[in-house]
């Protein structure tokens, strides 16, 4: 089930960045009482009682401003209300209400999404009890009047929060479709793929960046069984919006990764792997998503006997954090290899959903033990005791252990590489969870 994702909007310097490293838990966002400090959007993986989502921080919006980088956090803003399924309208009770709260306002309402008003800075109820009253006029429900920097309120926001977090999220559960993200930077060919796949020209295609605004699904059907394309764009509004893209397109990834069972990660043969295509990538591989590496215009590289090789090594390299990643070479223009597409998703699907039976796992990390003594600190050793899986997408298993910081992480790797000699899980990330047992308990 993806989760659901919650914007933190408002006008500048009202508090945002502050409520979001309260809710998030970290100092993400920088935090400075200066108007326009947060100029990307940043989000992080939140969980509030048995519930988890997705927080955006974003820019304030200044509706009427016509200064550049304000108009750029406005554009940055829009897109989280856009892909948001619950909007943290924050507010100022010491400024109180002004013209600019009525316009965002005017501009959520328009958004026909739910929005939970936060009225900030209530250190002393007492005090400021009454002005919170105030914010009623705007229309948009009871006013939650918090502290995000004393951490007063949170539970009773969180809580209205939650009581968004809906139907919609669990029809997607129901839908069994396999959803397959077609992520990456822009201008590298993602709608052109999906208009290869689907044979239709159902997404706006031209070759400047962003030209797709809003993020679409696609059903194609392919050797009789039906799968749903996500295609992520929306990276930017308005051509005069020069800088890095990049902020522009992390949260529509986001949001798709989110909802996908398999992300295929597009890249620009002609421009190589980049750090950008890094941090798109590292966005699936956090979420534990099954991952497929697309190289796009494959048709458009001179190539001799080694460029493949070459290629695949520069691209392992850049993105070593996952080499379980599966490589595809294609062209959207000629369909080079796109009819393979679809047979590794189904692979990935398999891999993602593998069960191992305890016994066997339980082997195989006894030989791994036995083959590669177990890391030791100040005389005492790791001893592992017993190993299961408890999840797949992704598949997740559970080590327990004599003592868990004697678990080093390079160990926990080597364990994973066994793993996947025996049984493996290609294009799918596995999650381990290391626990404490007594000798006695295991």
Avoid at 152 to 157: E, H, K, N, V
Avoid at 162 to 188: C, W
Avoid at 282 to 298: L, P, T
Avoid at 313 to 322: E, G, P
């Amino acid at each position: 089930m993806s989760k659901p994702i919650v914007a933190i909007v408002g006008r500048p310097n009202v508090g945002k960045s502050t409520l979001f490293n309260v809710i998030a838990g970290d100092s993400i966002s920088i935090v400075k009482d200066t108007p326009g400090v947060t100029r990307d959007r940043i989000y992080a993986d939140c969980t509030w009682l048995d519930m988890n989502f997705t927080l955006i921080d974003t820019g304030g919006i200044e509706p009427d401003s016509s200064d550049v980088i304000l108009s750029q956090m406005r554009e940055q803003a829009q897109i989280a209300i856009d892909t948001a399924d619950v909007i943290i309208f924050i507010v100022d009770v010491r400024q109180g209400l002004v013209d600019s709260d009525y316009r965002v306002a005017d501009i959520l309402r328009k958004s026909r999404k739910p929005v939970v008003l936060a009225v900030n800075k209530v250190d002393s109820f007492q005090k400021f009890g009454n002005d919170v009253y105030e914010f009623y006029n705007l229309g948009i429900g009871d006013p939650v009047p918090v502290s995000a920097a004393s951490r007063l309120g949170i539970g009773d926001l969180l809580d209205a929060v939650a009581a968004h977090f809906s139907a919609e999220k669990l029809e997607d559960e129901e839908d069994e479709r396999p959803r397959i993200a077609i992520v990456g930077k822009p201008n590298v060919g993602k709608s052109s793929i999906i208009n290869r796949l689907t044979g239709e020209n159902r997404v706006i295609v031209s070759n400047i960046a962003g030209t797709t605004r809003d993020a679409v699904d696609t059903e194609v059907v392919h050797n009789g069984t039906s799968y749903v394309l996500i295609d992520t764009a929306g990276l930017r509004r308005k051509s005069k919006v020069k800088e890095d893209l990049e902020r522009y397109s992390i949260i529509r990834t986001v949001a798709a990764v989110e909802r996908a069972d398999v992300v295929v990660v597009v890249i620009d043969a002609t421009e190589g792997v980049t750090e950008q295509d890094a941090k798109v990538a590292g966005i699936a591989h956090e979420r534990g998503k099954g991952i497929i590496v697309a190289v796009n215009k494959w048709d458009a590289i001179e190539k001799n006997d080694k460029t493949i090789y070459e290629f695949s090594r520069k691209i392992r390299d850049t993105l070593s954090f996952m080499p379980y990643a599966e490589l595809l070479f294609v062209s959207a223009v000629t369909g080079q290899r796109l009819g393979r597409l679809f047979d590794l998703i189904d692979v990935v699907r398999q891999n993602q959903n593998l069960r191992v039976a305890t016994g066997v796992l339980n082997e195989i990390i006894s030989e791994a033990a036995a083959m590669q003594q177990p890391p030791a600190d100040k005389g005492k050793r790791l001893k592992i005791y017993y190993t299961t899986q408890v999840a797949v997408k992704p598949p997740t298993f559970v080590i327990f252990v004599n003592q868990k910081d004697l678990m080093h992480f390079s160990y926990v790797r080597y364990l994973e590489n066994r793993i996947r000699e025996a049984f493996g899980f290609r294009g799918t990330s596995l999650k381990f969870i290391i626990r404490e047992r007594s000798g006695k308990e295991a």
